[in-house]
């Protein structure tokens, strides 16, 4: 454990050595300012014209359903495609440019306390992201009264849903040392993954039911309502569980030509 410790905390120094950990978190920042604004805005402008109405045959408006909701299945879902692959693009095609990858390789450390650090390296950079949006979050509960069970559980599936991403980003970094291409095709697969369910709109087959079933989104929707579904727990770590296992045979292929 002390080694896999060690190599994350390596991993979250060098985010913060170069720019892109002040990159990722300030792109993240505006861009879950600007619509955090923009849903608070609409909800008080919406909620202000239904009192001058009298609420006649007004829905319920809640703050959760109108800002919390929207902000995290509708927004920062897509800003995570974006941002993900800005922190996965180094972590392995870094070492092969630098010419590290053969140190690390044969070094003491394990291939996969190795590759555990750097995942947990890249998770706390992404954690910290999270952070930023309980920041924008904590001024509705200043100013309003948000139900804060269903915001734990569209938490725990934005962060599972990011660390899905981080591991796949991860393997796909194994494969090239450069990191604009490992952002670019990093950015490709979560988009496919993540419009994986659109087949359901023009076929109703066994195939169609399989590819939606693997999207990435099909499993936020129970998190982004307030529940926490078992399958939806298992999905998202067993797809963490897999990128991690690629990365590792990855990583031994490295082993072989080293």
């Known amino acids: 454990m002390r080694n896999i410790m060690a190599v994350a905390g390596k991993e979250l120094r060098a985010y913060f050595h170069s720019p892109i950990a002040y990159l990722v978190m300030a792109v993240y920042a505006v861009l879950c300012g ?3 604004y ?3 805005a609409t909800y008080v402008v919406q909620t202000f014209r239904m009192q001058a109405m009298g609420g006649m045959g007004a829905p319920n408006m809640t703050i959760n359903d109108y800002v919390i909701r929207p902000l995290f299945q509708g927004v920062l879902t897509i800003v995570l495609l974006l941002v993900i692959p800005l922190i996965t693009m180094r972590l392995y095609a870094e070492e092969k440019r630098s010419g590290t990858i053969e140190l690390l390789l044969t070094s003491p450390v394990t291939d996969f306390q190795i590759i555990a650090g750097k995942f947990l390296g890249a998770l706390a950079l ?4 999270i952070l930023i949006t309980f920041i924008y979050i904590s001024t509705l509960f200043a100013y309003g009264n948000p139900s804060a069970k269903p915001l734990i559980a569209q938490a ?4 599972l849903f990011g660390a899905a991403l981080l591991a796949l980003g991860m393997w796909i970094s194994t494969f090239t040392k450069n990191q604009i ?7 490709a697969a979560f988009l496919l993954i993540y419009v994986l369910n659109w087949v359901t709109a023009y076929s109703s087959g066994a195939v169609s039911k399989v590819l939606s079933y693997m999207a990435i989104t099909t499993h936020f929707d129970g998190f982004a309502k307030g529940v926490v579904d078992l ?8 797809v963490i569980v897999l990128g991690v296992f690629l990365t590792a045979r990855s990583v031994e292929a490295l082993k072989g030509r080293v």
């Open 34 to 36: 600007f619509f955090f």
């Open 38 to 40: 923009s849903f608070a």
């Open 126 to 129: 992404f954690g910290t992201m």
């Open 156 to 159: 725990l599936g934005l962060f």
């Open 181 to 187: 291409i490992a952002a670019v095709v990093s950015f």
């Open 231 to 238: 399958k939806d727990l298992v999905y998202y770590l067993s």
